[in-house]
């Protein structure tokens, strides 16, 4: 089955800094590439995401970047803001075909320091 | 508010005993899916079912079973409860048909904690 390794665990950058966390995935089979963010005491909340037909997504101060060669794609945070404080989850799955749940990273711990 | 409702939040119990968690998806979604957040492990995929039916299982123990209601609502059973399944267990929905995965709509979770 799929397995999501992500690094690092915990990142600490100044307000203004710029964030990336990496992911690598197991399955080529895997299409489809969320990022959830969960802030203290909730749920986790889908961010943005990519699909494998694409290499690079933007909304705003957030983008992901797919490698479906090297099976590995990140996520980047620029002019980050206390806001942005909070633990990210990649995820990988199959868009499609019996296997529609998906497989979430450890997390990764973000602080950004005014 | 994501539209999904778990009860309860904060759940403490002893080992060896039973409880049951509850799950309301956002309205019209088919699909419910369980996850288990524990501090070494993240989030765990546990199970999803659609329609009231199972689509697809994860690392979810024998002691654990869950079920979808004709009213979508599902209802995660934990039995012959261990130390180690202290956890927050969430619920999330999603719009997408069983096979294919879109946004999943979580709840704030049920905080379980087993003495």
């Known amino acids: 089955g799929e397995n999501v390794e992500q690094h690092p665990s915990t990142l600490s950058v100044q307000e203004g800094d710029s964030a990336v966390i990496k992911c690598t995935y197991s399955?080529?089979?895997?299409?489809?590439f969320p990022w959830y963010k969960q802030e203290l005491g909730k749920g986790p909340q889908l961010i943005i995401d990519i699909r494998s037909n694409v290499g690079e997504k933007k909304d705003q101060r957030i983008a992901v970047t797919l490698n479906k060669t090297a099976k590995h794609f990140s996520l980047h945070i620029t002019e980050t803001q206390p806001e942005d404080s909070a633990v990210y989850f990649c995820?990988?799955?199959?868009?499609?075909?019996?296997?529609?749940?998906?497989?979430f990273g450890k997390g990764t711990k973000l602080s950004v320091k005014p | 508010d994501s539209g999904v409702t778990q009860t309860p939040k904060h759940l403490i119990t002893a080992t060896g005993q039973r409880v049951t968690l509850r799950c309301s998806p956002r309205s019209g979604d088919l699909s419910v899916y369980w996850y288990q957040q524990s501090l070494d492990q993240g989030l765990q995929f546990l199970i999803q079912y659609y329609n009231g039916e199972e689509r697809a299982k994860g690392n979810i123990l024998e002691r654990f079973s869950a079920q979808q209601f004709p009213d979508l609502h599902s209802e995660l059973n934990l039995s012959s409860l261990e130390l180690g399944d202290s956890a927050l267990y969430f619920c999330a929905s999603s719009a997408r048909t069983w096979d294919r995965t879109g946004e999943l709509f979580f709840g704030e979770g049920s905080r379980l904690t087993v003495l």
């Open positions: 995820a990988a799955s199959r868009y499609g075909g019996s296997q529609g749940n998906l497989i």
């Open positions: 399955d080529s089979a895997s299409n489809y």
